[in-house]
């Protein structure tokens, strides 16, 4: 599955062009290295993305092809990682 609709489906996004300007800064990863939006995931892919208040890590446990509930788009990754980044 792309990176980009995976993103979607588990609502680390709302949108797939919500994502775009995080990929555009290259602010996503996928295992260890820069992602793009039509990168392939795979179950336990380890992604990190660089928000603005915070650095979080996810592991990919699960893929579905469709939208899912709020409840299951949960169940999809698992956050194993957050760094807070402290703003001066």
């Known amino acids: 599955m792309r990176l980009d609709k995976f993103l979607k489906i588990s609502l680390i996004f709302k949108t797939r062009s919500s994502s775009d300007k995080y990929f555009d800064e290259n ?29 979080k890590t996810y592991k990919i446990i699960d893929i579905q092809e469709k939208n899912v509930s709020k409840k299951e788009a949960k169940k999809l990754y698992e956050q194993i990682g957050e760094e807070k980044i402290e703003i001066f």
Not at 28 to 55: H, M, Q, R, W, Y
Request: charged share 30%.
């Open 27 to 55: 602010k996503i990863f996928i295992n260890e290295k820069v992602a793009k939006p039509s990168a392939t995931v795979k179950i336990g892919d380890v992604l990190k993305i660089f928000f603005p208040e915070s650095t």
